[in-house]
C-alpha cells in the first residue's frame, strides 16, 4: 500500500510546538501520524535534533517507568515461573 | 535484558503490542521508543501543563503494559498508534478532572472532538482540499470542540472537562461547528 506522507516542513513545525502550522495542517498531520508509523518515526527524528525540552520529557516518563514495569504486569507471570522452576530445578 | 526475537525495526507497532501482551520488556521498550515523542507533542498540544503531560504519558504507557493484552485481542482494525491515543485522551481528561476537584484548573491547549457525521468521518482521515479550507475558516472555539470531538474521540462530557467548558457550550459549539462544516463543503 503506498501512503502520501507529511512533507518535512510540517513534521518540524509539529517538533517545534506547531505554532507555525494552520489548523488544517495540524488537523491532518495529527489524524496521519495516527495511522503511519513512517512519520511517526521521521517525527521522533525531528524531536531529537530540535525539540530538546520535548527529548528530555520523554527520557524523564522512561526512568519513572521503567521501575515500575518489574513490580507490575510481569509480577505474577514471574511468580508462576519461577514457582515452577525451582520445582524441577531446585538449585536454580 | 532480552531481546526481541526478530529485528524490531521490522516489526509493526501491532506486533509490537502482541509482544508486549506477552511481558516482553524489550518490545515494550521498543514501542515507547517509536511512540513517545510522538505522544508528548500531541499531550502537550492539548495541556500545557508540561507536569500534567508526564503524569498522563506515565499511565498511559503503565495501561499498555499492564493491558496490552486487551488491544492485542481486539481485532477491529484499529492502529496500535490510535489504540494508545485513545488511552492517553482518556488520562487526560481524568487528569484535569483530578485537578478540578483540588484547585485552578489546567490550562488547555486546544482539544479534540465528538461524535462522527460522514463529513466528520472523512475528518479524522484526511484533511484537505475543500475541508481543508472549512476546517481553517472554522472559528478557533469551534475548531477546538470539533478536534476534541472527532479527532481525539471524545464525549460531550469529556470534551467540556478537557477544555474547561459547560456541557451545553459545548453540544452548542459542535452543533455550530458542523452545521459550519456542512455548508463550507455544500
Given at each position: 500500500m503506498?501512503?502520501?506522507?507529511?512533507?518535512?516542513?510540517?513534521?518540524?513545525?509539529?517538533?517545534?510546538?506547531?505554532?507555525?502550522?494552520?489548523?488544517?495542517?495540524?488537523?491532518?498531520l495529527?489524524?496521519?501520524?495516527?495511522?503511519?508509523?513512517?512519520?511517526?518515526?521521521?517525527?521522533?527524528?525531528?524531536?531529537t535534533?530540535e525539540?530538546?525540552?520535548?527529548?528530555?520529557?520523554?527520557?524523564?516518563?522512561?526512568?519513572?517507568?521503567?521501575?515500575?514495569?518489574?513490580?507490575?504486569?510481569?509480577?505474577?507471570?514471574?511468580?508462576?515461573?519461577?514457582?515452577?522452576?525451582?520445582?524441577?530445578?531446585?538449585?536454580? | 535484558?532480552?531481546?526481541v526475537?526478530?529485528?524490531p525495526?521490522?516489526?509493526?507497532?501491532?506486533?509490537?503490542?502482541?509482544?508486549?501482551?506477552?511481558?516482553?520488556?524489550?518490545?515494550?521498550e521498543?514501542?515507547?521508543?517509536?511512540?513517545?515523542?510522538?505522544?508528548?507533542?500531541?499531550?502537550?498540544?492539548?495541556?500545557?501543563d508540561?507536569?500534567?503531560?508526564?503524569?498522563?504519558?506515565?499511565?498511559?504507557?503503565?495501561?499498555?503494559?499492564?493491558?496490552?493484552?486487551?488491544?492485542?485481542?481486539?481485532?477491529?482494525?484499529?492502529?496500535?498508534?490510535?489504540?494508545?491515543?485513545?488511552?492517553?485522551?482518556?488520562?487526560?481528561?481524568?487528569?484535569?478532572?483530578?485537578?478540578a476537584?483540588?484547585a485552578?484548573?489546567?490550562?488547555?491547549?486546544?482539544?479534540?472532538?465528538?461524535?462522527?457525521?460522514?463529513?466528520?468521518?472523512?475528518?479524522?482521515?484526511?484533511?484537505?482540499?475543500?475541508?481543508?479550507?472549512?476546517?481553517?475558516?472554522?472559528s478557533?472555539?469551534l475548531?477546538?470542540?470539533?478536534?476534541?470531538?472527532?479527532?481525539?474521540?471524545?464525549?460531550?462530557?469529556?470534551?467540556?472537562?478537557?477544555?474547561?467548558?459547560?456541557?451545553g457550550?459545548?453540544?452548542?459549539?459542535?452543533?455550530?461547528?458542523?452545521?459550519?462544516?456542512?455548508?463550507?463543503?455544500?
Amino acid at each position: 500500500m503506498s501512503v502520501e506522507h507529511a512533507s518535512m516542513r510540517i513534521i518540524d513545525g509539529y517538533a517545534r510546538g506547531g505554532t507555525d502550522l494552520a489548523a488544517d495542517e495540524m488537523w491532518a498531520l495529527e489524524a496521519h501520524l495516527e495511522a503511519c508509523g513512517v512519520c511517526r518515526d521521521r517525527l521522533s527524528a525531528a524531536v531529537t535534533a530540535e525539540a530538546p525540552a520535548v527529548a528530555a520529557l520523554v527520557g524523564t516518563v522512561w526512568s519513572g517507568l521503567e521501575p515500575q514495569l518489574a513490580v507490575i504486569a510481569t509480577m505474577p507471570r514471574q511468580r508462576r515461573w519461577s514457582a515452577w522452576l525451582s520445582r524441577w530445578m531446585p538449585w536454580s | 535484558v532480552r531481546s526481541v526475537r526478530k529485528a524490531p525495526r521490522a516489526l509493526d507497532e501491532e506486533r509490537l503490542v502482541r509482544l508486549v501482551a506477552r511481558g516482553d520488556r524489550a518490545a515494550f521498550e521498543e514501542l515507547y521508543r517509536r511512540t513517545a515523542p510522538w505522544m508528548a507533542l500531541r499531550l502537550r498540544r492539548r495541556c500545557a501543563d508540561e507536569q500534567i503531560v508526564a503524569e498522563v504519558m506515565q499511565e498511559t504507557y503503565l495501561a499498555v503494559w499492564r493491558a496490552a493484552g486487551a488491544f492485542a485481542g481486539s481485532s477491529t482494525g484499529g492502529t496500535a498508534a490510535g489504540w494508545l491515543w485513545t488511552i492517553a485522551a482518556r488520562r487526560l481528561v481524568d487528569a484535569f478532572r483530578r485537578r478540578a476537584h483540588h484547585a485552578e484548573p489546567p490550562a488547555a491547549a486546544a482539544l479534540p472532538d465528538a461524535a462522527p457525521a460522514a463529513e466528520e468521518e472523512a475528518l479524522a482521515t484526511t484533511v484537505g482540499g475543500d475541508v481543508g479550507d472549512a476546517l481553517r475558516r472554522l472559528s478557533p472555539e469551534l475548531r477546538q470542540v470539533l478536534q476534541a470531538m472527532v479527532l481525539d474521540g471524545l464525549s460531550v462530557r469529556e470534551t467540556a472537562v478537557l477544555l474547561g467548558l459547560p456541557e451545553g457550550t459545548v453540544k452548542t459549539r459542535a452543533r455550530r461547528a458542523r452545521i459550519a462544516m456542512r455548508e463550507a463543503l455544500a
